[in-house]
């Protein structure tokens, strides 16, 4: 079969079935199906006898051709000061490059390419002033037999790296071998090997006056925060002030087991709950910046347009990438990943991706996949199946629940029981879905060693049905992987930057795929070192009301219109959150003058305006009575309102900020604001904004 996309497959094989006069029977046939297995089962048999089902010719395997053509082009941007593509280019050609255990050794040039792409690489990362990740690739040079003749170039480069990093005595010791190693230049003169001699000598001299550099790598991941509270006993990767709960109407859905109010004392920022035991109310206070979840994905995928950045394992973005020993494909930041990747599912899709790559599987497919594959070399996958089964008879809020009754983003289970909307969607949406399970079956059978130890007859339609159920539920519950990159924003002020969020990836949360939507979330997430999710709240959220993330339509940048439509037709929901019943504006039409005050105690809207503050001193609510010193909160709103211009400003222009103390200075605005004006207002969402982007500055970001 000529390779074509999963897409072209499905139209013609429609086109086939309309020729012959077979839609509407297969169309029947299709639609009767109950189970995933049998729908894949009609997709498949179908593929087959039109010659539908793809084959495996095109795999992308090592290339020293390639490997060199992308080194020389790698030459020509780092002669022109290029660096960052230098760098690219370099790393593509490491991934490439023949790798050196799977060539004969006297098969020189094949068994020293990958070594030469690393050196050339190092020489970008001295250039750049990344000294640290210069001697990574230093290292890896010299492990994967650079030439002999060129190893003084190596040693010389490391013991300049040491100089510029204060580290003497490693330094002498690299000059000395490079020194060492210079008699091994075969191809120099006498004469040029004394000028470079000499020059060694002199730089040995040097040490003693060397300065300790302070130049590291331009990208340091965050650390991970802490959940904040204590252990969830149920959900074990939040804190306990979430529960689970469900309902006919929602489903599954998370919210607060108790207040979540940020509050400040002094010049400290807490957050304060509440609780009652025997009548008595105690209140626990805790430094802000707490966390509601934080989540490992079961399973993760990297996208193909960061495969020469992020690494194919934990999504982290590094500029040392090592290569598959196998693929030219995907690319690892460490030694470790590379080896939990091949044990945990590269060893299966090693020889499928660029394969499924050139049928244009989207990231839905991919993580679908990947899910499978970790199921299947990480469990019993004949015992895993009836353990499914026998959860069919669960009550609905404890499906996915393990044996120790705890809702766990490592086991399979949740991600099962993630909800897929099957019976809303249509026949031709299930059919072309199907294919597309098909196709990937269809790889994993005759092309990887999927189902060594497994009956293939017995098991196959099994997997298929597997692949498709979770080729509907996760374009309803999947996440992106984001990554914060600066970049160079002429239009802006001198010394200014531009922060872009980019999609780097998509993973399958079994906490997190139970948040549900709304127009005005009190949540945000952010991607911390690759795929690890943090969730925050970014408003009070009151006991017992729904925790509650954005699935990609905000009031504020999208119509109510468009929103409804959006959602309907990706999540099969008519949202019903505030910013959709109460129809609020998009942001430009969001007022910012003469707010409307609202009673601190119980929230109610208060009769009097800012223009009836003349002369006024006091209003009393008229539901509980709470009265109101309006005139002066009107002032303190004016006040912390031009704080909140000057900080905004710092978060807009970026730089060497203390981002945790300005999102302190913006969290105590948020509280004044959600305390005492009514939404929405136009400064509130203003504030939200430059929080969440406070905490994105902490999570995956990168500056060249």
């Known amino acids: 079969m000529v390779f074509i996309s999963v897409d072209n497959i499905f139209n013609v094989l429609c086109n086939t079935l309309q020729k012959h006069g077979e839609i509407e029977s297969k169309s029947k046939l299709f639609s009767i199906q109950t189970t995933n297995s049998g729908r894949v089962k009609i997709a498949t048999d179908l593929l087959k006898q039109e010659n539908l089902l793809p084959d495996g010719k095109l795999l992308e395997n090592k290339s020293l051709e390639k490997s060199i053509e992308l080194r020389n082009l790698g030459n020509k941007e780092f002669m022109r000061k290029n660096d960052t593509e230098a760098l690219l280019l370099y790393t593509k050609s490491i991934a490439t490059a023949p790798f050196p255990i799977n060539v004969p050794l006297n098969n020189g040039h094949e068994a020293e390419a990958l070594s030469i792409a690393f050196a050339n690489r190092s020489a970008v990362l001295f250039s750049l002033g990344k000294y640290e990740l210069c001697l990574q690739d230093i290292s890896q040079a010299i492990k994967n037999n650079y030439p002999k003749k060129l190893l003084y170039k190596l040693y010389e480069r490391q013991g300049k790296c040491m100089q510029y990093l204060g580290r003497k005595t490693e330094g002498i010791d690299n000059i000395n071998n490079a020194l060492k190693w210079l008699s091994s230049a075969a191809e120099l003169t006498p004469d040029k090997k004394k000028i470079i001699e000499a020059e060694l000598h002199k730089l040995l001299k040097s040490f003693k006056n060397a300065e300790v550099s302070t130049s590291f790598s331009s990208h340091e991941q965050s650390q991970i925060p802490k959940c904040s509270y204590n252990r969830n006993q149920e959900i074990l990767c939040a804190s306990d002030c979430l529960e689970l709960k469900y309902s006919p109407e929602m489903g599954r859905y998370i919210s607060a087991a108790r207040d979540i109010q940020p509050v400040y004392q002094g010049e400290k920022c807490f957050i304060l709950y509440k609780f009652i035991l025997f009548n008595v109310c105690y209140n626990y206070y805790f430094f802000v910046g707490d966390v509601l979840a934080v989540e490992k994905p079961f399973a993760s995928v990297l996208l193909p347009d960061s495969f020469g950045t992020h690494c194919f394992n934990c999504l982290r973005h590094s500029e040392t990438l090592l290569p598959c020993r196998f693929c030219s494909n995907v690319m690892y930041c460490s030694e470790e990943c590379r080896s939990s990747s091949w044990d945990k599912n590269h060893s299966v899709d090693c020889s499928i991706l660029s394969i499924l790559q050139n049928l244009e599987i989207n990231k839905m497919g991919f993580l679908a996949l990947k899910i499978l594959i970790i199921v299947r070399k990480t469990t019993d996958f004949k015992n895993m199946l009836i353990s499914l089964q026998n959860e069919e008879n669960l009550e609905e809020r404890k499906k996915g629940f393990n044996n120790n009754n705890c809702y766990s983003s490592s086991d399979y289970s949740p991600i099962y029981w993630l909800v897929g909307n099957t019976e809303k969607r249509t026949v031709s949406d299930l059919f072309r879905r199907s294919i597309t399970a098909a196709c990937i079956l269809h790889c994993l059978e005759t092309m990887t060693d999927f189902f060594s130890d497994i009956d293939v007859n017995q098991y196959k339609y099994e997997i298929g049905g597997l692949l498709l159920r ?23 002020e001198e010394g200014a930057s531009l922060w872009e969020s980019i999609e780097i990836g998509a993973a399958a949360y079994a906490m997190l795929s139970l948040v549900n939507h709304s127009c005005d979330p009190n949540v945000v997430r952010h991607s911390y070192e690759g795929d690890t999710a943090v969730l925050r709240a970014i408003r009070p959220i009151a006991t017992g009301e729904q925790v509650l993330d954005n699935y990609g339509f905000h009031h504020a940048l999208h119509g109510k219109a468009e929103r409804i439509s959006h959602l309907e037709s990706q999540y099969y929901f008519t949202c019903q959150c505030i910013a959709c019943t109460e129809d609020w504006p998009c942001y430009n039409m969001l007022p910012s003058t003469d ?22 001193k006091t209003t009393t609510c008229i539901k509980c009575n709470e009265t109101h010193d309006l005139a002066q909160i009107w002032k303190e709103l004016q006040m912390s309102s031009e704080e909140f211009s000057h ?15 300005v999102a302190k200075k913006l969290i105590k605005y948020l509280i004044l604001l959600d305390k005492n004006i009514h939404r929405p207002w136009k400064e509130y969402n203003d504030c939200q904004e430059a929080l969440k982007q406070c905490f994105a500055m902490t999570a995956n970001c990168y500056n060249p």
């Open 470 to 492: 979770h080729l509907q539920n996760l374009p309803c519950n999947a996440h992106e992987v984001s990554e914060l990159v600066k970049t160079n924003a002429k239009h802006l």
């Open 595 to 616: 707010p409307t005050f609202i009673c601190k105690r119980c929230k109610r809207v208060l009769p009097t305006r800012v223009a009836d503050l003349v002369g006024s």
């Open 647 to 661: 900080n905004i400003e710092l978060v807009l222009t970026g730089g060497s900020i203390d981002w945790n103390e």
